[in-house]
């Protein structure tokens, strides 16, 4: 049994993470602020003995201090997350993505080197032209005066700092680039397409897809991300390297809005929207977004297959489970 610090634990994928290691009996203290988390995440977690909840910030250096003593590893998903919300406000991108990372690094290495995981992204790929990414493909950022680019490149500092802490201080540092984690949980405030798409649909339409629809991404279920994510964790082999985590099967942005409607109501109809209306004229989207995840398969012996459709069923479930339990309130 280890005692595991998940910063970004109330958060969606976090909490998912949370409620998997106390099930394989581990300890862990979450500490999140609540930002875009909610404690609601963790509702039947929180009478759990093994669990800790610290209501707080990872700009705190002292409280990171206080919290990384007491664990023996590190999961380090704390971040200012989301497309919408790192275009509206590029300056708390940089202040939660950068500065508190080497914190945790530093403290993790100073600790006697507990194991360290990163969460990054795919958009540290950028526009990368390439069919499927690999994780030594080059990372293709635009330009500066696009607040968009600011998440992805602070997260590649983030792998850059987490790469030289193990190089130089042997620090075993995990880094995985997820790809549209979807499910349970996930909301769809900041941007993210699949809640938006479901609440839109449960309420009756339209369904606004931005551009033209022609979008390519792929859907991972949160559930075969943390099996993933503790995978590797046990895996001495992972340290040190960079890994793509999710699905790779690919969608079109208009396809997921027809997957959506047909399970909601055929009748639903789509509407497109330019992206300077949904984001503001600076805005640059990434064409098509679709990993290579063979280095996973080879380290840990599998990776997500859950088909887009299960996803989907399920995530419908729970936010129609949920809007029921609301109107029930
Ligand atoms: N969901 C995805 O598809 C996806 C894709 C790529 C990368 N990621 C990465 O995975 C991680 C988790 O993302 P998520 O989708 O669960 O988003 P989320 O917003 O649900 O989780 C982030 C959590 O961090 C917390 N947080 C934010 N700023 C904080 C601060 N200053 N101090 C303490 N806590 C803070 C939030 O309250 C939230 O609970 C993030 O690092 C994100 O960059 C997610």
């Not at 009756?204 to 551009?211: A, F, I, S």
């Not at 027809?258 to 055929?266: F, Y």
Request: glycine share 8%; hydrophobic share 40%.
């Amino acid at each position: 049994m280890a005692r595991c610090l998940v910063t970004g634990g109330a958060g969606f994928i976090g909490s998912h993470l949370t409620e998997n290691l106390l099930a394989a009996g581990h300890q862990v203290v979450v500490l999140d602020n609540l930002s875009t988390g909610q404690q609601d995440n963790l509702k039947g977690l929180l009478a759990n003995p093994n669990l800790t909840f610290r209501s707080g910030s990872i700009t705190d250096p002292v409280l990171l201090a206080e919290v990384v003593h007491d664990v023996d590893a590190i999961y380090h998903l704390a971040a200012a997350v989301g497309v919408k919300l790192v275009a509206d406000d590029p300056v708390r991108t940089i202040e939660t993505n950068i500065y508190p990372t080497e914190t945790l690094l530093r403290l993790a290495v100073q600790g006697g080197c507990k194991p360290f995981f990163l969460a990054s992204t795919s958009e540290v790929f950028g526009k990368n032209p390439k069919e499927r990414w690999t994780e030594e493909d080059d990372l293709h950022l635009g330009p500066t005066s696009r607040p968009r680019w600011a998440y992805g490149c602070s997260k590649a500092i983030d792998e850059f700092l987490a790469l030289a802490y193990y190089r130089k201080y042997g620090l075993p540092v995990v880094i995985a680039r997820f790809f549209n984690v979807v499910g349970p949980r996930q909301v769809g405030h900041y941007g993210m397409v699949i809640p938006r798409f479901v609440d839109q649909a449960l309420n009756g339409g339209p369904v606004v897809v931005y551009d033209d629809g022609g979008q390519i991404r792929c859907f991972a279920h949160v559930r075969e991300v943390v099996e993933s994510i503790m995978k590797l964790m046990g895996t001495p082999a992972a340290a040190g390297k960079v890994f793509n985590i999710g699905s790779d099967e690919p969608w079109s942005i208009r396809e997921l809005a027809e997957a959506v409607i047909a399970r909601v109501d055929p009748k639903i109809r789509i509407e497109y929207l330019p992206y300077s209306q949904a984001y503001g004229d600076d805005f640059e989207d990434v064409r098509r977004r679709v990993p290579d995840v063979s280095r996973l398969e080879q380290t840990i012996g599998t990776k997500p297959r859950l088909g887009l459709e299960a996803i989907l069923d399920d995530i419908i479930a729970w936010k129609r489970q949920q809007r029921a339990s609301t109107t029930a309130r």
